[in-house]
């Protein structure tokens, strides 16, 4: 891919990981309490909400706890307030960012987070060495909507034909082609996306 010049990531399960349940395992005492957490909390309306830049991270225990059992309101609130505890880098993926890095491709991050994507995101990856980095709740929309790829490329002034957009959601990747930016479907293969690059 010689004519790629700029990388796009992807964060959740791409540069980090994303796993609830190392929080929920943590706080909750049986797998019902898990269950239920888990579907009100990531699963229910609020998780979106955070990512659209609806509500803070901090604003979706006031409005989740009305539908969870008063006994489950602390281990609730814990998990709200620490489920980033699960973002680790991906195998491999702070090698790989160095690597192209080192290459000289630019860098940039496009991400469905919340605010509170700062508090975790800069322990793992210094945000002053990619080129750009766009998180869907400062914009207020989220992929795939076609209008943040759009936002990107018009915000640094990509040519999406030099752009390789990675992410481990296919409507996501999808949403990237339909504007002209290359994409890779992500599961754990840093090694293809080499091999791709000619690294």
């Known amino acids: 891919m010689k004519e790629i010049k700029n990388i796009i990531f992807d964060m959740g399960r791409v540069l980090l990981k994303f796993d609830p349940y190392v929080s929920l395992n943590t ?60 973002m680790e880098p991906v195998e491999n993926a702070q090698e790989f960012y160095a690597l192209v890095k080192e290459k000289g491709y630019h860098t940039f991050v496009l991400s469905n987070a919340c605010n509170h994507f700062y508090g975790y995101f800069p322990k793992h990856y210094d945000l002053e060495s990619f080129d750009g980095v766009v998180v869907s709740s400062d914009v207020k929309m989220i992929k795939p909507n076609p209008a943040i790829y759009e936002y990107i490329l018009k915000k640094y002034n990509l040519n999406p034909r030099e752009c390789l957009f990675i992410d ?32």
Do not use: S
Not at 39 to 67: A, C, H
Not at 170 to 181: L, P, Y
């Open 168 to 199: 481990d959601v296919k409507a996501n990747v999808e949403a990237a082609k339909a504007a002209g930016i290359k994409g890779f479907l992500f599961r754990n293969n840093y090694e293809e996306l080499k091999d791709l690059l000619n690294l």
């Open 27 to 86: 706080y909750c005492e049986n797998e019902e309490d898990k269950a239920l957490i888990y579907r009100e909390l990531f699963e229910g309306p609020e998780w979106i909400m955070g990512d659209e830049g609806k509500i803070t991270n901090g604003q979706r225990y006031e409005l989740v706890k009305e539908r969870v059992p008063e006994r489950l309101h602390r281990a609730l609130k814990l998990v709200v307030e620490n489920w980033d505890m699960c």
